[in-house]
């Protein structure tokens, strides 16, 4: 789909990352179709690389540095679940760098994502109910939990940095 949307337009031959920079910062309503759909694609690629079965090791520097940034590990975990629980329907919660070199937390709604502020994104999850709903009916903190303590690779988050 999204590739049909830039055949043919100023996006065509561009990366995944210009298309989403660019569409959002142009604000176009044109656009919106070309954003969603490679957005989300950006957004989904992310979630899967930083997944793994049985994962939940973090490498001493990852530790390190979130507990510069959060005061501790379970502090940074806490926060994430809590801007992930908080976004008001779809959406994403992130661990980023920011423009600054500090660590953050953030959320996003629907498709945007930590590109559209030159952030760079270290872990992302999904907190559209489609992710969870399942396993988890409404218990978004739960999910959260569960994403933080049993399925991100902490190596794949470190390597970002």
Same mark, same amino acid.
């Given at each position: 789909?999204?590739?049909? &949307? /830039?055949?043919? %337009?100023?996006?065509?031959?561009?990366?995944? *990352?210009? /298309? =989403?920079? $660019?569409?959002?910062?142009?604000?176009?309503? +044109?656009?919106?179709? /070309?954003?969603?759909?490679?957005?989300?694609?950006?957004?989904?690629?992310?979630?899967?690389?930083?997944?793994?079965?049985?994962?939940?090791?973090?490498?001493?520097?990852? *530790?390190?540095?979130? %507990?510069?940034?959060? $005061?501790? =590990?379970?502090?940074?975990?806490?926060?994430?679940?809590?801007?992930?629980?908080?976004?008001?329907?779809?959406?994403?919660?992130? &661990?980023?760098?920011?423009?600054?070199?500090?660590?953050? =937390? %953030?959320? %996003?709604?629907? $498709?945007?994502?930590?590109?559209?502020?030159?952030?760079? +994104?270290? &872990?992302?999850?999904? =907190?559209?109910?489609?992710?969870?709903? /399942?396993?988890?009916?409404? +218990?978004?903190?739960?999910?959260?939990?569960?994403?933080?303590?049993?399925?991100?690779?902490?190596?794949?988050?470190?390597?970002?940095?």
């Amino acid at each position: 789909n999204g590739n049909k &949307l /830039i055949a043919g %337009t100023e996006w065509e031959g561009k990366s995944v *990352e210009e /298309i =989403v920079k $660019g569409t959002y910062q142009s604000g176009a309503v +044109a656009q919106n179709g /070309i954003f969603n759909n490679a957005s989300q694609h950006w957004n989904h690629t992310q979630f899967w690389e930083m997944m793994g079965p049985g994962e939940g090791g973090m490498p001493g520097e990852l *530790e390190k540095a979130l %507990t510069e940034a959060f $005061g501790s =590990v379970d502090k940074f975990k806490e926060d994430f679940a809590a801007a992930g629980a908080g976004q008001f329907g779809s959406g994403w919660a992130w &661990l980023v760098k920011d423009t600054d070199g500090s660590l953050k =937390v %953030t959320k %996003t709604e629907n $498709g945007v994502n930590p590109l559209c502020f030159g952030q760079t +994104a270290l &872990l992302g999850c999904d =907190v559209w109910e489609h992710s969870y709903y /399942i396993d988890f009916r409404n +218990a978004r903190p739960k999910y959260l939990t569960n994403f933080l303590d049993k399925l991100v690779n902490w190596e794949n988050v470190a390597a970002r940095m």
